[in-house]
């Protein structure tokens, strides 16, 4: 794992090499240049990522979600030993979009998960940041493949417990958990609904000491309102659970869990048809926002713009008026 | 009102001083034209709108959803009679994007709302038909505008309780209400939650005889779970109320929260805000709409992008890559 600071550049057979063996120093040397910004590393990441696609795919994908504060960090480290001391290889990645302005609220501090960063089957890497969520989420998708095709069979994606990074994450996961503190009624404070609907399970986290009580009434309550809401996965209950990252109570119920659900889809079809629905959702997206990038950096369209919004607002011009006019300018040669 | 068979064309001014002399007949023409998807009639309809645009903007736009079966035409019917006796004039709308495939579950049949659309001061209008939600927005939308110009003070649109719609509709209105019906707990089956989080009210119908208190009580657990939600119009509490319309009881209730809300949001400045921001978000729509339909019509990626798709599916290449490689045909000279 040593590097010299000079590192010489690596060709993509070193590459693909590298990520096959599982060696991590070249891991983590991949997922820089997926993470690039750089115009001159794109062809040569995404080189190195089609030629390792053959060995994506193999790994069980989780989404690890919830509020700030709900101690996913200390209960991922939890799960993720656990599953270290099984055997299996776990990489835990992030999707934080606000990591590029605030320096990172996930995962930034290379202090958290200090025990499973250093545990040889798991590898523990921050959020890429990088602007847009769309940006990110592209970053982590890739960072997800490299690591199947370097050996985990186990990839934790977290993200912070608000807004539309948790979309992002449930459009490349299979299972996603969403977890919750306790304190009865109020544990929704803050907390968009649409999460739940997007849950396969929900954890209440800190269920132990004086606070196990209100944490199995929370449950209750939650289970009640899950009930009400349209599966996230064709013919699958999400249900709460009660969970302990401090005594590890109820750890293991969260693989049992993710095993349940997989072999649900599994027996039902669904697991590979969500798989291919998500790779081209994500395709499709790639090619939309690049169409609409291309679109917004036209000359044309970027000296029109303003013009034509300001005329939208005054009430100048129809706003469907102003639209093809736009397209108009562009498309003149 | 009375048409010959073959009418015959009008001018665009002809169309504007019509519509702005509130002859029914001639906005009625309008919404025919900005709801054709003939080609030559897309300019003619956006140059009469464009013209009218000074006059529109007068109205409080109020969308109104809910489940079907929830009895929104016979609370709309009652709601709009009110108003129209009280001297205002009543449009009502509606986006229901199945339309075109069902021959139109709201609205289409004429004998709805059948008092309503007799009564002078009223205009009651079905939901366009037309393929995509976007079209049937945009139609709807456009709609709004001219019965604006032509002297509408409150524009009703209306819109089935499902799904994307809900969202189409809560872009184009100051004030949106869910309506729902009474059965303690359930009342949230069926109808995903998100619609919950856009309401800036809910109110529970048919609270008369032996229904009236479990209408209550659903009102005071309806209550409690929108307390916990984030507002959706700043400095706003959404309640819950009961109303029938089969008795009239609270019909008026929901014209004056209307007019709360309407004065909340002027006291705080965001009455405008927020329709500067519908105006700009819909401008956007609309041309990202037209981009995107502009590319996936090029021949070029008309022809690869099958085979790109199938490419990302088996893993022949990844997704970036397939993206990047559809971007560079269609840019080829």
Same mark, same amino acid.
């Given at each position: 794992?040593?590097?010299?600071?000079?590192?010489?550049?690596?060709?993509?057979?070193?590459?693909?090499?590298?990520?096959?063996?599982?060696?991590?120093?070249?891991?983590?040397?991949?997922?820089?240049?997926?993470?690039?910004?750089?115009?001159?590393?794109?062809?040569?990441?995404? &080189? !190195?990522?089609?030629?390792?696609?053959?060995?994506? /795919? +193999? *790994?069980?994908?989780?989404?690890? =979600?919830? %509020?700030?504060?709900?101690?996913?960090?200390?209960?991922?480290?939890?799960?993720?030993?656990?599953?270290?001391?099984?055997?299996?290889?776990?990489?835990?990645?992030?999707?934080?979009?606000?990591?590029?302005?605030?320096?990172?609220?996930?995962?930034?501090?290379?202090?958290?998960?200090?025990?499973?960063?250093?545990?040889?089957?798991?590898?523990?890497?921050?959020?890429?940041?990088?602007?847009?969520?769309?940006?990110?989420?592209?970053?982590?998708?890739?960072?997800?493949?490299?690591?199947?095709?370097?050996?985990? &069979? !186990?990839?934790?994606?977290?993200?912070?417990?608000? /807004? +539309? *990074?948790?979309?992002?994450?449930? =459009?490349? %996961?299979?299972?996603?958990?969403?977890?919750?503190?306790?304190?009865?009624?109020?544990?929704?404070?803050?907390?968009?609904?649409?999460?739940?609907?997007?849950?396969?399970?929900?954890?209440?986290?800190?269920?132990?000491?004086?606070?196990?009580?209100?944490?199995?009434?929370?449950?209750?309550?939650?289970?009640?309102?899950?009930?009400?809401?349209?599966?996230?996965?064709?013919?699958?209950?999400?249900?709460?659970?009660?969970?302990?990252?401090?005594?590890?109570?109820?750890?293991?119920?969260?693989?049992?869990?993710?095993?349940?659900?997989?072999?649900?889809?599994?027996?039902?079809?669904?697991?590979?048809?969500?798989?291919?629905?998500?790779?081209?959702?994500?395709?499709?997206?790639?090619?939309?926002?690049?169409?609409?990038?291309?679109?917004?950096?036209?000359?044309?369209?970027?000296?029109?713009?303003?013009?034509?919004?300001?005329?939208?607002?005054?009430?100048?011009?129809?706003?469907?008026?102003?639209?093809?006019?736009?397209?108009?300018?562009?498309?003149?040669?």
């Amino acid at each position: 794992m040593s590097q010299s600071p000079k590192r010489s550049k690596l060709t993509v057979e070193e590459y693909v090499l590298g990520v096959k063996e599982q060696n991590r120093a070249i891991l983590a040397r991949a997922i820089t240049l997926v993470e690039s910004n750089a115009k001159k590393h794109l062809q040569l990441a995404q &080189d !190195v990522l089609t030629e390792l696609m053959p060995q994506t /795919g +193999q *790994s069980i994908r989780i989404g690890f =979600s919830g %509020v700030p504060g709900a101690g996913k960090s200390t209960l991922i480290e939890a799960f993720g030993m656990m599953l270290c001391e099984k055997g299996h290889k776990v990489a835990v990645l992030a999707v934080d979009p606000s990591s590029s302005l605030t320096g990172g609220s996930i995962l930034g501090d290379k202090t958290r998960m200090e025990q499973l960063s250093r545990h040889p089957n798991a590898y523990v890497r921050p959020s890429p940041a990088g602007g847009t969520l769309g940006g990110v989420a592209r970053k982590t998708r890739e960072t997800l493949l490299l690591c199947e095709a370097a050996g985990y &069979d !186990v990839i934790i994606v977290e993200t912070v417990g608000v /807004g +539309q *990074s948790e979309v992002a994450v449930r =459009s490349m %996961v299979d299972f996603f958990l969403v977890l919750m503190l306790t304190g009865a009624g109020d544990e929704l404070q803050g907390m968009k609904k649409g999460i739940m609907e997007m849950a396969d399970a929900m954890f209440i986290n800190k269920a132990d000491g004086p606070n196990k009580q209100a944490a199995e009434q929370a449950r209750v309550e939650l289970d009640r309102m899950l009930h009400l809401l349209p599966p996230i996965t064709e013919g699958w209950s999400t249900k709460a659970y009660t969970v302990s990252a401090l005594t590890g109570e109820g750890v293991d119920h969260i693989w049992s869990v993710i095993q349940d659900h997989k072999e649900h889809m599994q027996q039902n079809n669904i697991f590979h048809k969500r798989r291919n629905e998500q790779a081209l959702r994500w395709f499709r997206d790639l090619i939309e926002e690049q169409v609409l990038v291309e679109f917004y950096q036209n000359e044309k369209v970027k000296t029109i713009l303003p013009q034509m919004q300001e005329q939208v607002l005054t009430g100048q011009s129809s706003a469907t008026k102003a639209a093809l006019e736009i397209l108009e300018v562009k498309n003149e040669k």
